[in-house]
């Protein structure tokens, strides 16, 4: 008889699981906003559109790009946090929101560990290291040399703090020596253009972004900021060939609100890995020059762990401040 009464409660939660359980099973049943943090014709949004699109397809619903560029990532990292966890808001996080903002920004209104679920990283960047075509230097060490005989008179220009684009130099000039003014825009192609125009002499900007300038002429590239040559740029050598030691790699990937339900969170990275391994996907992102870099949340976790304490270090070392 005690049995039967201590059952009742346990088959009355069952009746309250049994649905939501069915709704999780049937996920996706309508559009799925994916924000990304940078504006319109960045490497982010161009890389994630490449995504979205695949993920469309093989989900059979919409993935939206809603971009919320500004505040180092920090507008539309906090739309995220305050989404509901039901999976239909989703958001690019990169080494910025997960890893560089934590010791470069005074106050962070979100806790990486805590406010993000994260599910699966997407993709691994290079930089180029580029400057005006009036600047009179060809390679990174006359660029070094440059800059020592000129201090503070060259100014670089970055698609915001705390992006790789701005910690990179800023790693460049601690391990160097050498002087330039920081100059922050709130989008890489600001950035680029004004780089054309004169208006800052060098760029560290993602080769998505940066590379067709490269190719049609418009900038000059000096170095590529992996430790080995790319195939898209074979005639650019590694910067580390001159900085012995000098590795910079941007990285991003999806991730929802904290607490995102576990069999949602399964869902979305079997998709995105199967996504990553198509053709479609892979020949776009050869073509932007990046890297297809699916993981499992806890890789993911882990790398956003080992690149906080990384970058956290150069801030310290090279005195990097938001300007």
Do not use: C
């Not at 049609?216 to 080995?228: F, H, W």
């Amino acid at each position: 008889m005690v049995l039967r009464w201590l059952s009742l409660p346990l088959l009355a939660l069952a009746f309250v699981l049994a649905p939501m359980k069915a709704a999780f099973a049937a996920y996706p049943e309508k559009p799925i906003r994916l924000i990304v943090p940078s504006a319109p014709g960045g490497a982010p949004d161009v890389l994630m559109r490449a995504l979205a699109d695949q993920l469309s397809r093989q989900m059979g619903v919409a993935f939206v790009i809603d971009n919320k560029p500004g505040g180092s990532y920090v507008i539309g990292t906090m739309e995220l946090v305050r989404a509901p966890a039901d999976g239909y808001t989703l958001a690019y996080a990169n080494v910025v929101s997960l890893a560089t903002n934590k010791s470069l920004l005074a106050n962070v209104p979100y806790d990486a560990e805590k406010d993000l679920t994260l599910i699966s990283n997407a993709l691994r960047v290079v930089n180029l290291v580029v400057v005006n075509n009036n600047v009179p230097v060809k390679t990174i060490p006359e660029l070094v040399a440059y800059a020592k005989k000129n201090p503070d008179k060259l100014a670089f220009g970055s698609d915001g703090n705390g992006t790789t684009a701005h910690l990179g130099m800023e790693l460049f000039k601690s391990m160097t020596g050498v002087q330039m003014l920081h100059v922050p825009y709130k989008a890489a192609t600001s950035a680029i253009t004004d780089l054309i125009g004169g208006g800052v002499q060098v760029l560290m900007s993602n080769t998505p972004v940066i590379g067709p300038q490269v190719q049609q002429g418009r900038v000059r590239a000096l170095g590529i900021t992996s430790t080995q040559r790319s195939a898209a740029f074979p005639d650019v050598p590694p910067v580390a060939d001159a900085v012995p030691g000098f590795e910079v790699v941007a990285w991003g990937g999806l991730v929802g609100p904290a607490h995102l339900p576990k069999d949602i969170v399964t869902r979305l990275n079997t998709e995105i890995r199967a996504a990553l391994a198509t053709p479609a996907v892979l020949e776009k992102f050869k073509a932007l020059g990046a890297e297809a870099t699916p993981s499992s949340p806890e890789e993911f976790r882990e790398l956003s762990r080992r690149e906080t304490e990384k970058w956290a270090k150069v801030v310290k070392s090279s005195g990097a401040k938001v300007d």
